[in-house]
C-alpha cells in the first residue's frame, strides 16, 4: 500500500493508511461491530493482515463492551477473535498496572483465546493473544538447538504458531518480547532469540528487523558513544539488506506497516545512510509511531529530527 503524502502533520493512529479499517475504529468506539467484523472477515487468508486489523479493533473496543455484546449476539469467528484480543490487552494492562484483578483477567483472557482457537483451528491470531500473555505466565519449555545461550520460554506454544504460518510477524516480535529484561529475561537471551529468529527468515521478510528492535530494547543512552552503536558493520549491513531484500515488496502490503517502516529507517538514519533513510521515510508518508523513536527523547521531536536530517519536510510549529 503507497501511503498518502506528507502535508504538514503527523498522524499517529495505528489504522495508518488503512482507511476501512479506521472507519471501523469509529464504529467500534460508537459502539458499532458490523465494519469490524467485515474488515475481519475479508483477513481470513491473510494473517498478517487480520492480526494487525484485531490488534487495532481491540485497542478501540477494550475499554467498552462491545466484543461481549458481539459474542452474544453474532457469535463467529471473528467476534471471538476480538474478545480474545480485547481480553488479553486488558489482563495486561491490569498486570502492568498491579491490579488485583489481573489474575482474574488473565484466566478470562485464556478462555478467549481458547474459545477463538475452537471457533477458527487454523487461524494462528488467537494463539499470537495466547503468547502475549507468556510473559507473565513464564513458560519454561527448552529451546531447540542453534541457541548458545539455550533460553527457557514459550517454545512450544511458538512452535504451534509457526505450523500454521511460518513466518507470522506479530508472533516473532511477542515471542522475542518474552526474553527482554524488562519482562523477566535477560539481555544475553533476547540477543540469541533476535539474532536466531532474524537468521533463519527469509531476506524478503521483516524479521530481519529482529536484531534491530532488540538493539533500540537494549539502548542505553548512558553508555559512552552509545548512538555510534548503528555505524558498526553488523549493524549497518543488516540494516542495508532489509532496505536492499524487504523495503521493495512494502509497496505491495495492503496496509502501511509504519513501525517496521520506522525501525528501519532510525537503523539506516543512525548507520549515516541518509538516502536510503529519506526513501523509507517517504514511504511512510505521514504515518508515525511511538516506536523506536521514544527509546531516544520526545517521538514527535525524534521523528521531526530525522526527517529533517534527510530534508523532508516537517510539521509547522506555529
Keep these: 500500500m503507497t501511503a498518502g503524502l506528507f502535508e504538514g502533520q503527523y498522524v499517529w493512529h495505528p489504522a495508518a493508511g488503512d482507511h476501512r479499517l479506521a472507519r471501523a475504529c469509529v464504529d467500534v468506539r460508537a459502539g458499532r461491530y458490523l465494519s469490524a467484523q467485515d474488515v475481519l472477515e475479508e483477513t481470513r487468508e491473510d494473517f498478517g493482515l487480520r492480526a494487525h486489523r484485531s490488534s487495532v479493533l481491540a485497542s478501540e473496543a477494550a475499554d467498552s463492551d462491545l466484543t461481549e455484546r458481539w459474542l452474544a449476539e453474532e457469535p463467529c469467528p471473528e467476534a471471538a477473535l476480538l474478545w480474545a484480543r480485547v481480553a488479553v ?156 531484500n524487504w523495503f521493495p515488496h512494502v509497496a505491495d502490503y495492503r496496509f502501511t506497516p509504519v513501525l517496521d517502516l520506522a525501525y528501519l529507517a532510525h537503523a539506516l538514519l543512525m548507520s549515516h545512510r541518509d538516502d536510503e533513510a529519506r526513501a523509507v521515510l517517504t514511504a511512510m508518508g505521514p504515518y508515525a509511531s511511538r516506536m523506536p523513536w521514544s527509546a531516544f527523547g520526545d517521538p514527535e521531536e525524534e521523528l521531526t529530527r530525522a526527517r529533517r536530517l534527510c530534508g523532508l519536510p516537517v510539521p509547522s510549529t506555529s
Design 89 to 244: 490487552l486488558r489482563a495486561l494492562r491490569a498486570a502492568d498496572a498491579g491490579d488485583k484483578r489481573a489474575v482474574a483477567l488473565g484466566r478470562i483472557a485464556l478462555t478467549a483465546c481458547e474459545r477463538a482457537t475452537e471457533m477458527a483451528p487454523d487461524d494462528p491470531t488467537p494463539w499470537v493473544a495466547r503468547l502475549t500473555l507468556a510473559r507473565y505466565h513464564r513458560p519454561r519449555d527448552p529451546a531447540p538447538r542453534g541457541l548458545l545461550t539455550a533460553p527457557p520460554g514459550p517454545w512450544a506454544l511458538f512452535a504451534r504458531i509457526l505450523r500454521l504460518d511460518p513466518w507470522h510477524r506479530e508472533a516473532h516480535h511477542r515471542f522475542l518480547t518474552f526474553f527482554f529484561t524488562r519482562y523477566g529475561g535477560s539481555a544475553n537471551a533476547a540477543w540469541d532469540v533476535a539474532a536466531f529468529l532474524g537468521q533463519r527468515a527469509p531476506a524478503s521478510s521483516p524479521l530481519g528487523l529482529l536484531p534491530l528492535v532488540n538493539l533500540v530494547e537494549e539502548y542505553n543512552p548512558q553508555a559512552p558513544l552509545a548512538r555510534r552503536t548503528w555505524v558498526q558493520h553488523q549493524w549497518r549491513t543488516t540494516a542495508l539488506g532489509l532496505y536492499e
